[in-house]
Structure formats: structure tokens, C-alpha cells
């Protein structure tokens, strides 16, 4: 199948075609036609999948330039707004369609003056309704709105606020929602806010025979040296490093970078300009290590990952699969690590209670035991006034988090 099979306007094949892009994914090929013949669609695809052509293309066909917001799309992040927003702009092509981007974080001014004459929308909740307030956004002619990644939104604490937004959009519209997994807060939205909804498909996070999952059991003093060793012996064409903390992220990132590595780190403490920054590294090959927590991965349009390590096991098995689902897409081989030490053990314990997940015992291999240098701050916070021991040379190490 290719895109003109599905009926849309030709200067948006021209456009996705431009692209790259000639063959639908899943999750296109079949929400396309429904949300083309008007219909709410509950769709079920992960990160990556394809989903922004899915919605984004049968949208713009429907709407032309009017300076008014004709669609409002909400997402979780900051990142993922940008990529919506881009993603809309370059379908938009030869269509005169306007899309503003609006986050926190930056400057508010810009957004109200454009604001004005916009057609579509692309928001985190906090800021949208934070416009709202300011009567700075009217809703009243919104024909369409989109959630994004909406189990994100909702672990992130926002479903009260979708709720309140909601509120100032027309009734008489179409709604679409995209979701990596289904919650009792997504299920509660589709059934109260959507009309009807055709539920689609696609794109399930574990391919099982495409990606190998096993987990090291290592010193939690070792988790540092053990990751080198790995990523030296076995060099990914492009890994994602997921820490549970802003810390951890920070300090794993430099001494990757100590030992030789190309490594950036990524989380929320971040500027925007920073993180625009590092994502168009990784786009450009420059760099092929992301350190992350999962709140800063989720929605960044990562494509071709070879590798995930889980430096630290998440305490779910969902944020489990939504990390591991990085690796491994359209037909791709790819492969999760987890270093497990003793204080991981309840978490893993937790992702193992899902039957779908095998995670396979990997023989701990020999690996030089390295330096790991923690900042002073974070050196006194956790423990008070005294500084740690460095590792001397005899490869004696502070009893620390690596």
C-alpha cells in the first residue's frame, strides 16, 4: 500500500512523500480512513509508530487557513510538542495551514501575539490552560482534538487538567486518542469525552524473536564499569541509558564522556535550548549514547535504537516496556540490558509479574573495574559533610551508587 491509496489530498502525498515516506505504517494504514470519514479513533501504538502522520494527515485535509485555532493537539512534553508541531509543518507543505507550538519554559509573549492567527494548536496541559486563563487561546472553533501519548499525561499527573480544557472545547467534534497502554484514567476519557470511538492497533511494544532482553547481576559499585564494558565490546549504532534520577543521568552522561565515550544527557532540568540541542546531535549522528530518565525520553522520536541498558530497573513493569520498546521496530533486531544489583531486586520483581516480559540470566563477563567520580554537592547530600575516597589505582572504590 502507499500513501495515495488512502485517498489524500495530493499536495499531502507530495509532502510525506518528500520525506522519505512511501509506504504507511500500521497505525496509519488504519486510522486514516476512519478519522477521514469523521469517526473518533482510540488508537493503541507506541512511541515511534508513525502515529503524527496518522492523525495529523486526515486532519489537515479537512481544514484550510482561517486564522482561528481549528485543532488542538495536547501532549506531555516539551520535546514531543516540538516534534508534533514540526511533524504538522512539514505535512503542511504545500498546504496553507499555520501551527504553533506552546509549552512552558519560554517566554509567553510570542505565543500570544501568534496566538491570533493560528490554525493548529500543539500544547502541553499546563500552558494550554494557562492561555485559557489568560484568555489568551479561544477554543470555540476547535473541530478537532488530539491526545497524544495520554497514559503519559496521565501518570504525569495531568488528567484533571485534559478534564478542565476540555471544557472550552465545542462538543461537536471529533476526538482522537493515542496511547501506548491502556489505564483505567485512558479508558475513563474514551468512554466520557469520545463518541463512539473505533478503537485501532498496531505496533505492540514486545516483538518477541526481534529483541533480546537479558540482565547482568553486578555490585552496585560495578554498574558503572560493567556498562563500559559493554558498550565498548559490543558498540551500538545508537543506545539509550535510562537512570531514575536527574543526578544520576547527569553524572553517568560525564564519566561515559571521561572514558571516551559519546554520551549526552538528557532530562528535565534542562533548558529548551539545550535539549533542541542535544536531540539535533543525536538526529545528525554525532552523537549515538542518550542518557535519560523516562520522563525526558518519553515522546522524543528516537528512531533506529540498537540498544536500551536500564542503568537503574524501573519499579513497573509498564515504564519497563515503555523503555525496552525503544529497540527493536519494524522488523529491526534490537537488544535490552538491565544491570541488577541487590537493591534492584524489588523493582525487578514488580516488571517480572508481567507474563509477556522474558528476561534472560547473561553471564556476568570480566570487565576492568573503573573511576566513577561523583560531584561534591551530590557527594555531600547523600552523606552529610564527608567527601568520598577517590578509587586509587589498586581499584579500591567508595561504597556509592554508580
Not at 519554559?105 to 502541553?124: E, F, M, N, R, Y
Amino acid at each position: 500500500m502507499k500513501f495515495q491509496d488512502l485517498n489524500l489530498a495530493n499536495e499531502l502525498v507530495r509532502a510525506v512523500e518528500e520525506m522519505g515516506y512511501e509506504t504507511p505504517t500500521e497505525i496509519q494504514a488504519s486510522a486514516i480512513p476512519l478519522i477521514k470519514e469523521g469517526k473518533d479513533v482510540f488508537g493503541q501504538s507506541s512511541t515511534g509508530s508513525g502515529k503524527t502522520a496518522a492523525f495529523g494527515l486526515p486532519i489537515l485535509e479537512k481544514i484550510s487557513h482561517q486564522g482561528k485555532v481549528q485543532v488542538l493537539v495536547l501532549v506531555p512534553t516539551r520535546e514531543l510538542c516540538e516534534q508534533v508541531a514540526n511533524e504538522f509543518v512539514k505535512f503542511s507543505k504545500y498546504k496553507r495551514v499555520k501551527t504553533l507550538a506552546v509549552y512552558g519554559g519560554v517566554a509567553i509573549g510570542p505565543q500570544i501575539k501568534h496566538l491570533s492567527d493560528t490554525d493548529v494548536v500543539v500544547g502541553t496541559p499546563g500552558r494550554i490552560l494557562d492561555h485559557i486563563n489568560r484568555r489568551t487561546l479561544d477554543l470555540r472553533n476547535v473541530h478537532f482534538l488530539v491526545l497524544d501519548e495520554a497514559d503519559k499525561m496521565f501518570e504525569m499527573g495531568f488528567v484533571d487538567d485534559i478534564k478542565d480544557i476540555i471544557k472550552y472545547v465545542p462538543k461537536h467534534r471529533q476526538t482522537l486518542l493515542f496511547s501506548a497502554t491502556i489505564s483505567a484514567e485512558v479508558m475513563y476519557i474514551a468512554q466520557n469525552y469520545m463518541n463512539s470511538p473505533e478503537k485501532v492497533e498496531a505496533e505492540k511494544y514486545l516483538e518477541k524473536g526481534q529483541l533480546k532482553q537479558v540482565y547482568y547481576n553486578v555490585l552496585r559499585g560495578d554498574k558503572f564499569s560493567l556498562l563500559v564494558h559493554l558498550l565498548k565490546q559490543d558498540p551500538p549504532k545508537l543506545a539509550i541509558v535510562f537512570c531514575a534520577t536527574r543526578d544520576r543521568v547527569s553524572l553517568v552522561g560525564k564519566n561515559l564522556q571521561k572514558q571516551g565515550i559519546q554520551a549526552l544527557s538528557i532530562h528535565g532540568g534542562l533548558t529548551q535550548a539545550r535539549r533542541n540541542e542535544i536531540m539535533d546531535l543525536m538526529k545528525r549522528g554525532k552523537v549515538n549514547i542518550l542518557v535519560a530518565t523516562d520522563v525526558a525520553a518519553r515522546g522524543l522520536d528516537i528512531r533506529n535504537v540498537t540498544h536500551v541498558f536500564n542503568y537503574d530497573v524501573p519499579k513497573t513493569s509498564k515504564e519497563y516496556v515503555h523503555r525496552i520498546g525503544r529497540t527493536a521496530r519494524a522488523g529491526e533486531t534490537g537488544k535490552a540490558v538491565t544491570l541488577l544489583c541487590q537493591e534492584d531486586h524489588e523493582n525487578f520483581r514488580r516488571v517480572l509479574m508481567d507474563r509477556e516480559i522474558e528476561v534472560e540470566a547473561a553471564e556476568k563477563p570480566y570487565f576492568q573495574k573503573l573511576q566513577f567520580e561523583v560531584a561534591r554537592a551530590e557527594s555531600r547530600s547523600r552523606f552529610g559533610n564527608k567527601r568520598f575516597p577517590r578509587e586509587s589505582s589498586h581499584g579500591r572504590r567508595p561504597r556509592h551508587w554508580r
